[in-house]
């Protein structure tokens, strides 16, 4: 069975920093792309970034490019977003997801998605 559980989420003042963990579980991160999404009050969920599996190839919207990382664990089977320069703009329920179909983050699906962790940026 699929699982991923995000945390790390909260409150931070515009500038500061938020790392959040994706724990995945009853599949390997080792084998398939795995990525985050948003989804701010009254907008359309967006991609956020996604990594490769294979080759650990990384994947950034515009707007957060420079200030967001993504990496991952193997051994912990687990997927972090580093969030850094934090804006305002940037509030909204971050979801991690993937598919377990394929490897290559221009093909993932996002069959499977976790429960969301808030993230809010205000002083």
């Known amino acids: 069975q699929v699982q991923l559980v995000e945390s790390g989420g909260g409150l931070v003042q515009p500038g500061g920093s938020l790392r959040l963990s994706c724990a995945a579980s009853?599949?390997?991160?080792?084998?398939?792309?795995i990525g985050w999404f948003r989804q701010a009050p009254g907008k359309e969920r967006e991609g956020v970034s996604c990594?490769?599996?294979?080759?650990?190839?990384?994947y950034y919207t515009d707007s957060v490019k420079g200030r967001f990382t993504i990496s991952r664990d193997n051994a912990k089977n687990t997927v972090y977003l580093q969030m850094n320069s934090l804006e305002p703009e940037d509030t909204a329920v971050y979801y991690c997801?993937?598919?377990?179909?394929?490897?290559?983050?221009?093909?993932?699906?996002?069959?499977?998605w976790g429960q969301g962790t808030q993230v809010t940026v205000s002083s």
């Open positions: 997801a993937t598919d377990t179909s394929n490897w290559y983050c221009p093909h993932l699906t996002a069959r499977y």
């Open positions: 009853g599949f390997s991160l080792n084998y398939y792309a």
């Open positions: 990594i490769n599996s294979r080759d650990g190839y990384t």
